[in-house]
């Protein structure tokens, strides 16, 4: 329910999170939470576990310890069979797309609205080509399979069938990853057009700098299992931890923050 | 739904006011989609769509109203919307900017005759691509047979030891129980006659010459066959024989003739090992159901069972593994899209294997009954 107004708990909460995969530390004592309406990007570097926090919060992996709690669930419910309401609240987009390659797009955007609502299926045509619409695709591309589609076309296509039942929270996997500067960055509009449009929360995991400056609200930084800092990009920038000076003042850091701020002049 | 929410409802009051009330969310808003579906519209009076009364709204809800918007335009009805709430009015008018490309017809992209066009141009590559592959193999393989050290023992031995040493046990097994089968059924005809005896030669011809050698490929069709199939085409979508082919590398030189050997070894080993335990389990039940003691059957054997009925099973097992590894390989390099194309051709890989066995072994006993062998 997109528009109805509310003032509530955080609509995430990660509190002291742990998670060991045998003998391998993945996270030490994470806590983070998110607000309704914000885009909050989860960075740090390849292999830092932001991915499998992703996984834990949309309840594809339970932490060792610690509890998540997602729109005011403990996440662990989303295994259990009383968790579908709680899956029609949130939408996800993999990294790569993870669009059903037996179905064409039409029928993967579908999906969710065939299996929660008792819809008709014209109007279920309906809204699969309205959110088609909204990401750019084409008309035609409807019938297309997703073997069919290109690598941005492809991304698209997920975040189409991501937000299909109008969620509250949207979650993006490396939504930017393997795209061209210039798609990438057309995506990140889309991110934001259809968090305006939508009032959606966005989460996003990424690492990559330009779409942290562009359209990220808070940003945490995770390294060596925990969160080496939390806040907005500006603030980061300014950290004295050196893993994040390391992230955001490297030559692509640097680069990206000038793009951000659109002056030669900028000095830190 | 939020509780405190009022169910989705409309209602046309006096022919000129739709009263839209409660939450035109998206799974609770299907009632009133189908009560607007079947509306019939007052013609040409001027219609107002009362909305002050949404209580919650979404693009479902939007779309919802829009069509019903453009269905009571489209009969001939003035319709205004009245009482939107502002928000609301934004998802409006954000499916009214996408409603010409949401209703755009989408050619369907092939006529009947095209596709069968399609379809035959389809078969003529196939058929292409199978020589293509059978000529490269065949290339392959006289360069192996010029250069030996190029094979790879590697990966011929690995095979060896998962398609032939491991499906020892099922192939035994089951070769064991056809035995006992046949022997029961032939056992319920021949006591009638007092031909007890004569077990041995049914039991001996039949399982040396034509079923062991037809279980162990069936078997070895269904277990490795599938998996070459399987193996090459997740390789082809993971991008991993195209690795190899930038290395210089021969896919089929290095994942086809291994398997090829490998099976050709196999299968006639398999096939000797079912021929034992088919005629064991034929024996066990000789003694047991006709008192042919396992001295006589085996005496009786030695002389009703020529040593051509044993050659002839095992001669024709080699064909048979060729046909296998190379149906199984071949559609695994077909495998083109994703996941389901892998399954897809998994399974034809199955039922081709069996098919061209049973062809191949059919045209056998026709060719040796000629030549009255």
């Known amino acids: ?268 | 739904m939020d509780d405190r929410l009022q169910q989705a409802a409309v209602s046309l009051v006096e022919g000129r006011t739709l009263r839209c009330r409660g939450a035109w969310t998206m799974p609770d808003v299907a009632p009133v989609e189908r009560a607007l579906r079947g509306m019939a519209w007052p013609a040409r009076n001027p219609l107002v769509f009362e909305t002050s009364g949404i209580e919650a709204f979404d693009t479902g809800g939007a779309v919802v109203l829009y069509r019903a918007l453009m269905e009571a335009r489209r009969q001939g009805c003035e319709v205004s919307i009245q009482g939107l709430r502002p928000d609301y009015a934004q998802l409006m008018s954000l499916v009214s900017s996408h409603w010409a490309a949401m209703v755009a017809e989408v050619a369907p992209r092939q006529n009947g005759s095209e596709r069968f066009r399609a379809s035959i141009r389809n078969r003529v590559a196939q058929g292409a691509r199978t020589l293509e592959f059978l000529g490269e193999s065949a290339t392959a393989l006289v360069r192996l047979v010029a250069a030996p050290r190029r094979m790879r023992w590697r990966s011929c031995l690995n095979s060896l030891r998962l398609d032939g040493v491991h499906a020892l046990p099922i192939t035994g097994l089951l070769t064991f129980l056809i035995g006992v089968v046949i022997a029961y059924q032939g056992a319920e005809q021949l006591r009638k006659f007092g031909t007890n005896i004569f077990i041995v030669d049914l039991v001996g011809i039949s399982l040396l010459r034509e079923i062991a050698p037809l279980i162990a490929a069936i078997l070895i069709a269904g277990r490795s066959g599938s998996a070459y199939a399987a193996q090459i085409g997740t390789m082809k979508v993971t991008e991993e024989l195209d690795a190899l082919q930038t290395f210089g590398l021969s896919p089929i030189e290095l994942l086809v003739l291994p398997r090829v050997l490998a099976l050709v070894v196999a299968l006639p080993l398999l096939t000797a090992y079912a021929d034992v335990l088919g005629v064991f389990g034929g024996m066990l039940i000789a003694s047991n159901q006709l008192n042919v003691s396992f001295t006589a059957f085996l005496s009786r054997f030695e002389e009703a069972v020529a040593l051509r009925h044993m050659l002839i099973g095992l001669g024709k097992a080699p064909f048979f593994a060729v046909i296998i590894a190379l149906v199984g390989c071949y559609q695994g390099f077909q495998i083109r899209g994703g996941v389901d194309d892998v399954g897809r051709h998994t399974t034809i890989s199955v039922v081709q294997s069996i098919f061209l066995v049973i062809i191949f072994d059919a045209i056998c006993s026709i060719l040796l009954n000629w030549w009255n062998l």
């Open chain 1, 1 to 268: 329910m997109a528009l109805v107004a509310s003032t509530e708990a955080p609509i995430i909460e990660v509190s002291h999170v742990s998670t060991r995969f045998g003998t391998a530390v993945v996270h030490r004592d994470v806590s983070l939470t998110v607000v309704r309406g914000e885009v909050f990007a989860i960075a740090g570097g390849n292999g830092c576990g932001k991915s499998t926090l992703l996984r834990e919060i949309i309840g594809l992996l339970t932490p060792t310890t610690g509890t998540i709690r997602l729109l005011g669930t403990d996440s662990r419910q989303l295994t259990q069979s009383n968790g579908r309401p709680l899956h029609r609240r949130f939408g996800v987009m993999f990294q790569h797309g993870a669009l059903f390659s037996s179905m064409t797009l039409a029928e993967n955007v579908a999906v969710p609205l065939r299996e929660h609502t008792p819809l008709s299926a014209e109007a279920i045509r309906d809204i699969g080509a309205l959110k088609i619409a909204l990401v750019g695709l084409p008309p035609d591309s409807a019938i297309k399979f997703p073997s069919e589609l290109s690598g941005g076309m492809r991304r698209r296509a997920a975040l189409a069938r991501a937000i299909v039942m109008d969620p509250e929270l949207l979650f993006l996997d490396e939504p930017t990853a393997g795209l061209d500067p210039m798609i990438a960055a057309g995506f990140d509009d889309l991110v934001l057009e259809l968090k305006r449009l939508l009032g959606l929360t966005v989460v996003m995991v990424t690492h990559d700098l330009d779409s942290l400056w562009r359209i990220a609200d808070r940003v945490a930084v995770l390294g060596e299992g925990q969160v080496l800092g939390l806040g907005t990009m500006d603030a980061l920038a300014r950290s004295d931890d050196p893993v994040i000076r390391n992230y955001f003042h490297g030559p692509r850091g640097r680069a990206a923050h000038l793009n951000h701020s659109g002056t030669g002049l900028h000095r830190d």
